[in-house]
């Protein structure tokens, strides 16, 4: 009896906690729609040609020293 309370309150809690996440998940996405709509809109370029160029680990001249040392 007292294994089906705690059962029941886990589900519970688990349906609140999934509905938190979906709610934050959806505002989230709604914040990174406005934000490419106002890039797009000043920039006057779609998002891949604005986005940050990254740099990896294996464009330093020193990468494959390293990695070789490693060995």
Known sequence: MASSLVI?????KREELMAE???VQIRIANEI???NASLVTLSG????EIEREYRY???NPDYIKG???EM
């Open 21 to 23: 996440l979906e709610s």
């Open 8 to 12: 029941e309150m886990l589900i519970k």
């Open 33 to 35: 729609r406005e934000i």
């Open 57 to 59: 680990d294996d464009e």
């Open 45 to 48: 370029k779609s998002i891949p």
């Open 67 to 69: 990695s070789i040392e």
